[in-house]
């Protein structure tokens, strides 16, 4: 059974950083993409970052450009997501992904696990 635990969550002001990480067990996971995921309350959930297999490659939305950073550890089976700066804009439920495949995408039906989300609340 895949499951996906995130962690690192909280709540900060504007300008400060967290680090969420996801600790992955059930499946392969060094073999397959991996992303993080955000929804604020009334919205979609949509993609922040993502990586491929190998960490070599990444997807970041043009929102957190040169703010986040999505990086993998395949020995631990942990991804993280390092967010500087951050924004009011950035409070929402954010979720780490497994995906489908090896490489990176940003289309939400590559994912297929999913973890319970932590909360990230940013005041201005």
């Known amino acids: 059974q895949v499951q996906l635990v995130e962690s690192g969550g909280g709540s900060v002001q504007a300008g400060d950083s967290l680090r969420l990480s996801c600790v992955a067990s059930?499946?392969?996971?060094?073999?397959?993409?991996m992303g993080w995921f955000r929804q604020a309350p009334g919205k979609e959930r949509d993609l922040v970052a993502a990586i491929n297999w190998s960490g070599d490659s990444t997807y970041y939305a043009d929102s957190v450009k040169g703010r986040f950073t999505i990086s993998r550890d395949n020995v631990k089976n942990m991804v993280y997501l390092q967010m500087n700066s951050l924004k009011s804009e950035d409070t929402a439920v954010y979720y780490c992904?497994?995906?489908?495949?090896?490489?990176?995408?940003?289309?939400?039906?590559?994912?297929?696990?999913w973890g319970q989300g932590t909360q990230v609340t940013v005041s201005s």
């Open positions: 059930g499946r392969t996971f060094s073999t397959l993409s």
């Open positions: 992904a497994s995906g489908r495949n090896s490489y990176v995408t940003s289309r939400r039906g590559s994912y297929d696990y």
